[in-house]
């Protein structure tokens, strides 16, 4: 959380590299990782300007704090090439009838109550609402008979590790721990914890080292339940919902990005046609559903949020072979649009790296359709306003009863 009490300065100044259009919200995205005295940034469209609010105790640090600002453009633009975007659907355009932020009238009816950054509690109507999305997500897994799945908010960090998440996403991950099994130390946090404007005041040495982490998704645990097995019937379709965290720095903002979320799953484990098969069939039984909605969307190629270091290599590869479909619905208060659900196909990555084999002997294959709960909903509202007179009577019903 931003510390409250401390004034910010501006700090202007121009990439080493030119930041093309297309990389621009990335680029910006990844400077809140940059330095702990960085509060906001922001790039220029035009990719030719960067403006950093840094805390005014970090004012001697400007020349270093824009050094590294430069290592993350370098890394990431430096032979970077625009990729092929692909639209599969395009709806976009489908009128919508409410143009504000949904979030200050949120507050005002109690139906979001902020606790910390990208930590909301959710009221009643949100809850209704979600639980009317997740009714259309659960009937998709239905439709191919998935197995439903309770996983885990914890995950061993062995597990991530097999999978190479610590490269792929370090920004993201939220680490958990406990207090050691010390009489010392546990005596002395319980007469002297406190929390100051910056968090938890406790030694470092009272806590014991990290073993498990907080999930990032959900479908993570299906792969571990199967690793080091051979998948008897073949292929597997199974559904969950869970809570998942990824941490995004100051670019933690309203509903949109949630350190703390819910995902609804179908997930898929079986032979490469398999699984595009399925992926493909689950777009296709979700287009009435966003037609029914109404909903001002679009599903496109897209790439994951990888970090620096990973993100030019991984992100190009995802592109080239069409691994991540997003759907992104419109938001009209601000004239772009939000990820509410991807249909992903991972290849034989999680079948290699843990040993999920076929019955043939060869690697299983993965893919799963996601949906972000609060984001959909998010969406809903910012295109159809708080007044259900206005929202389509199915949704209507469903929520007032």
Not at 195 to 218: M, Q, W, Y
Not at 278 to 304: F, H, K
Not at 323 to 333: G, M, N
Not at 379 to 392: K, R
Request: proline share 5%; charged share 20%; glycine share 6%.
């Amino acid at each position: 959380m931003s510390d409250p009490i401390s004034a910010l300065i501006n700090l202007q100044f121009s990439p080493a590299v030119p930041i093309p259009e297309h990389l621009v919200g990335e680029v910006q995205s990844k400077l809140a990782y940059v330095d702990e005295a960085i509060r906001s940034a922001r790039i220029a469209p035009s990719g030719d300007q960067i403006t950093l609010e840094i805390q005014e105790g970090a004012a001697n640090r400007q020349d270093a704090i824009q050094e590294k600002v430069q290592r993350v453009v370098h890394s990431m633009v430096k032979g970077a090439f625009k990729p092929k975007i692909q639209v599969l659907e395009d709806h976009l355009d489908r009128p919508v009838i409410f143009d504000r932020d949904p979030m200050e009238e949120l507050a005002a009816r109690g139906e979001v109550s902020q606790e910390a950054d990208g930590i909301f509690s959710l009221g009643p109507m949100l809850t209704r609402l979600i639980a009317y999305f997740e009714g259309h997500f659960e009937h998709l897994a239905a439709t191919f008979e998935a197995v439903p799945y309770r996983f885990p908010t914890l995950i061993p960090a062995r597990y991530l590790e097999r999978v190479n998440y610590f490269r792929s996403f370090p920004h993201s991950l939220t680490f958990v721990t406990h207090l050691r099994e010390d009489l010392d130390a546990i005596d002395h946090f319980a007469l002297h914890a406190a929390c100051d404007e910056h968090g938890l005041n406790v030694p470092a040495e009272s806590f014991s080292r990290i073993k498990t982490l907080l999930s990032p998704a959900v479908c993570y645990h299906l792969y571990f339940t199967l690793a080091d097995s051979t998948l008897q019937s073949g292929s597997l379709a199974a559904t969950a919902v869970g809570n998942c965290f990824r941490y995004e720095s100051s670019n933690l903002a309203s509903l949109e990005r949630l350190w703390n979320f819910t995902m609804r799953e179908v997930i898929f484990v079986g032979s490469k046609d398999y699984v595009l098969e399925n992926r493909e069939i689950a777009r296709q039984r979700m287009m009435p559903v966003l037609e029914e909605l109404g909903l001002a969307y679009r599903v496109e190629s897209a790439t994951d949020p990888f970090f620096v270091g990973e993100f030019r290599k991984q992100a190009a590869f995802q592109s080239a072979f069409q691994l991540k479909f997003e759907i992104r619905a419109r938001l009209p208060f601000k004239d772009s649009t939000l990820a509410v659900g991807s249909y992903n196909y991972h290849q034989d990555f999680f079948g290699r790296h843990l040993n999920i084999q076929l019955p043939d002997g060869s690697p299983a294959h993965t893919g799963c359709v996601a949906f972000g709960l609060e984001r959909m909903a998010f969406a809903f509202l910012a295109q159809y306003g708080l007044d259900s007179e206005n929202w389509p009577s199915s949704v209507r019903q469903a929520v007032n009863g």
